[in-house]
């Protein structure tokens, strides 16, 4: 059974910072690129960063130079270090992990429950 199971959201002031953490389970995580994604009422779910196995990021514009991912394939876990939050950045987040599996071109994708992070003063 996969598991995804995100921590570290809560309520911060404009400016501050978090950790997310997403530890998995019941996957082999080396073959997974990670993820983290945001969403709102109302909106699509959008990127934040990404990580794959190679550990090559890519992120989300309106995150890019405040937020960094990283894993740790060893305790297979993903991170998403939050810097110079803003209230618009209030959203709850999302794990994913991803992979396509070649052996029967199967895209295979896992998310997690989300943790609410609120930027408000």
């Known amino acids: 059974q996969v598991q995804l199971v995100e921590s570290g959201g809560g309520l911060v002031q404009p400016g501050g910072s978090l950790r997310l953490t997403c530890a998995a389970s019941?996957?082999?995580?080396?073959?997974?690129?990670m993820g983290w994604y945001r969403q709102t009422p109302g909106k699509q779910r959008e990127l934040v960063a990404r990580i794959t196995r190679e550990g090559i990021t890519n992120y989300g514009d309106s995150v890019k130079e405040r937020v960094t991912i990283s894993r740790d394939n060893a305790e297979k876990t993903v991170y998403l270090q939050m810097n110079s939050l803003k209230p618009e950045d209030t959203a709850v987040y999302y794990c994913?992990?991803?992979?396509?599996?070649?052996?029967?071109?199967?895209?295979?994708?896992?998310w997690g429950a989300g943790t609410q992070v609120t930027v408000s003063s």
């Open positions: 994913n992990a991803g992979r396509f599996r070649r052996i029967d071109l199967k895209q295979l994708d896992y």
């Open positions: 019941g996957i082999d995580f080396r073959l997974y690129a």
